[in-house]
C-alpha cells in the first residue's frame, strides 16, 4: 500500500498536485508519484525520484536517483532510467534499455531491447542520441540537441530554399547567427554515426 496523499510541488514551474510515495517491492518507502500517474506495485521508484503527470511505469521498471517520468511518458519491462535523466512527451522506455546521467528521452521516441543511449552536453544545451522503433520494429538514429530533435540523415539533409544549406547551418543561422556552430553538431552527428555502428539492435514495440 501507498502512503497517505498529500500535495506535493513536483516542480518550480507546476503548482502542488495530490500525490503519494510509493511503496517499493522491497517495503522501502520510494519517490513521489502523482495520483494522475500510475505506477505498479512491481515497479521500483527511488527516493528521490519522480513520476507525474499521466505517467505510467510498471512492469519490474526501476526509476531512481533524481530521475523524471512525466507527462505521458511509459517504462515498463525492466528498463532502468537513473542519474537525472528525463523521459516526458509520449516516448516509451521498455525491454532492458537503460536512461541515465543526463539523458533526455522525449518527443515520440521509441527506445526498446538493450539499445544503446548516449549523451552529453555542449554550449549549455543537453544532447541525447538513441534509436526509436520503427515500423519493423527497427528505427531511426535520433540526436536530441537542445530543443531539436531529429532522426541523423535528417541533420545532415540539404534543406530547402536554403542555398544548399543542411540543417547544422540553417539552425547555426536561425539561433545565433554564427555558422561555425554547424561545424560542431556535424561533429557530433559524425560521432554518433561512428559510435552507433557496433550497438545491438533495438527489439519491436511491445503490444
Not at 510509493?22 to 512491481?42: F, L, R
Not at 544549406?165 to 560521432?191: K, P, Y
Amino acid at each position: 500500500m501507498d502512503t497517505p496523499i498529500t500535495l506535493h510541488k513536483f516542480t518550480s514551474y507546476l503548482d502542488a498536485v495530490p500525490a503519494h510515495r510509493h511503496i517499493n517491492p522491497d517495503g522501502t518507502e520510494g519517490g513521489w508519484v502523482a495520483e494522475t500517474a500510475t505506477v505498479a506495485p512491481t515497479a521500483t521508484i527511488g527516493a528521490e525520484a519522480q513520476v507525474f503527470g499521466s505517467a505510467q511505469v510498471f512492469g519490474s521498471a526501476r526509476v531512481f536517483d533524481t530521475a523524471w517520468v512525466f507527462d505521458t511518458a511509459q517504462v515498463f519491462g525492466s528498463a532502468r532510467v537513473s542519474g537525472s535523466a528525463w523521459v516526458s512527451d509520449t516516448a516509451r522506455v521498455s525491454d532492458t534499455a537503460r536512461v541515465s546521467d543526463t539523458a533526455r528521452v522525449s518527443d515520440t521516441a521509441r527506445v526498446f531491447g538493450s539499445a544503446d543511449i548516449l549523451w552529453g552536453k555542449h554550449a549549455g544545451y543537453n544532447w541525447t542520441a538513441y534509436r526509436v522503433a520503427g515500423s519493423e520494429g527497427i528505427g531511426a538514429y535520433v540526436l536530441q540537441y537542445g530543443c531539436q530533435t531529429h532522426t541523423l540523415d535528417e541533420w545532415d539533409a540539404i534543406q530547402p530554399d536554403t542555398d544548399g544549406a543542411d540543417l547544422h547551418a540553417e539552425l547555426s543561422r536561425i539561433h545565433t547567427g554564427d555558422l561555425r556552430n554547424a561545424i560542431v553538431t556535424r561533429a557530433l552527428v559524425a560521432f554518433i554515426r561512428a559510435s552507433f555502428r557496433a550497438t545491438a539492435t533495438v527489439s519491436p514495440e511491445a503490444t
